[in-house]
């Protein structure tokens, strides 16, 4: 056994960590924190720091923590008793942050305690702002939860883990924006509702009645979903870089680590997919016996990592014409799988990044199935250019889809639709075909995909496109996430930033 887990963890490297080969020249010059220095030449005021030019190498006087969100655990499985975790966005350039350790005051009505909370992060180095996860264990029946550093403290918000999952199987979705493809979302909720999941799902803007269409699946049961906030620092008496547009991908690490300290303690399994990462298990009627089974092969794996076979299909432009068998029939397979992602065991895992954990030594790949990853959908009426610019070749359907769930997957789309509210008010307003995937998608190619896979112009920078230029539509309105946006007190080393009572705005527009 020993050896064969050798085996099975060089194999998963070798897979995974060709994408960090990829950037390990930035990485000699991205931890700069034991090198870099507060350039004497430049004089900042305090506030964000509009040159980036030197975004991934000055070092700042104070370093800027955004708390995405905070977690008090009574019991856990992994954490231990009374327990705190953190999710954090941090400015690793000016301190290293790798191993970092953050101080914790919680508080009840007769004791405050001070703690130390070790922390690991996640993801590729060469971003400014990295996804961090700090835990401690603090007093019992928490009633109040500072951070502290040298001797000043700030109140943060918190939240309670849940105890209690809608399924046993919980899968997180990473963060949509401008999001508009309710085709993707059908075949993704529907085909997670048969096998016994529910998505949990991100947002940070969607079309307006794309978002009354989710809001009738939340009301069923199907999904929950759930803010996905821009970071903002209110006030700093330091200077800052910009976190959202030097942070990887829209900190989608961190939506994944907060899905997975939300459900912790209440899932036996996560999973942790992009909207169009679909599967369809092999042998068994639901995930939660397949995972079982995929287990029981390996008892002491974290994890399991799917491959993701990319795919197209063609979209139904109306909701009144979607069609499963339809849609299933015009799927086609390429003959390439790449990087995949996970499924873990909660009580094994306490932070995670895009695709995995990097602290995760005992995952195992499996070879078959892999993950439906249906990126490229195909209009019927449109000129599909992104085809065009990412070549791919396609063919016959690699992966099994079985015909007894196709057609119980298509009787529950076709109650669903006969909703008189959805048939009459919603689907009539849905897009019938893409504005902002082809717009995204260029700007994903030119800041990142092209060089990383099409051997086009470009570095290996900080993946993001945060600075996408995304038009605003009079016949098409987006639901936005707010909140409130709080800064601390000026602290050294560590300043924090957060944001609490979020709420979703119709008046900020289809944006990032």
Sequence with gaps: MASLRRSRTILY???????????????KKSRLSENSVIDPSMTFKA??????????????????????????????????????ALNMVVDSK???????????????????????????????????????????????????????????????????????????????????????????????????????????IYLTSIIDSYFELMKKYELLGFITIDFWLRMKFSKTETPFFEPNGNVEWRNQAGAQIDCLLQYKEAAEYIAFFDMDDILFPKTYPRYIEEFQAEWSVDPLSNSIYYGRREHEFVKAEKFSEFNFPDLVTSLRSSSTVKRGKVVVRPDRYNSTWIHYSWHDLNSRIIASPNLIHVQRPTQKHGDNKMLIKWKMEFGPLNE????????????????????????????????????????????????????????????????????????????????????????????????FHYAKKPFWSSSIGCYQ
């Excluded at 230029?469 to 909140?483: G, M, T, V, W, Y």
């Design 47 to 84: 506030g964000m720091i509009e040159d980036t030019t030197n975004v991934t190498v000055l070092k700042l006087p104070v370093v800027h923590v955004f708390l995405v969100s905070a977690y008090y655990y009574p019991t856990s499985k992994s954490l231990g008793p009374n327990a705190v």
């Design 400 to 495: 099994t889809i079985k015909s007894v769930d196709i057609a119980a997957i298509q009787r529950e789309i076709e109650k669903i639709r006969n909703d008189s509210s959805i048939h009459s008010d919603i689907s009539p307003r849905l897009p019938a075909s893409d504005f902002y995937l082809p717009i995204v998608f260029d700007c994903y190619y030119k800041s990142f995909y092209g060089a990383a896979f099409d051997n086009q112009p470009g570095g290996f920078l900080c993946p993001n496109a945060d600075s996408c230029e995304l038009p605003q539509r009079e016949n098409f309105k987006c639901i936005h996430s707010d909140a409130e946006y709080h800064s601390g007190p000026h602290m050294v080393p560590y300043t």
């Design 13 to 27: 490297f070798l897979t995974v960590t060709c994408f960090y080969c990829q950037f390990f020249w930035i990485y």
């Design 94 to 200: 000016s301190l290293n942050i790798d191993n970092a350790t953050y101080s914790v005051v919680g508080s009840n009505s007769t004791h405050r305690v001070i703690s130390n909370a070790p922390s690991q992060v996640e993801g590729v180095p060469n971003c400014r702002y990295t996804t961090a996860m700090a835990s401690t264990n603090s007093v019992s029946n928490l009633a109040k939860l500072e951070m502290e550093s040298n001797g000043m403290t700030v109140e943060i918000p918190f939240k309670k883990a849940r105890y209690s999952a809608p399924r046993p199987v919980i899968v997180c979705i990473s963060p949509q924006f401008v999001a508009e493809q309710w085709q993707i979302f059908m075949m993704q909720v529907h085909v997670s509702h048969r096998f016994g999941g529910h998505l949990h």
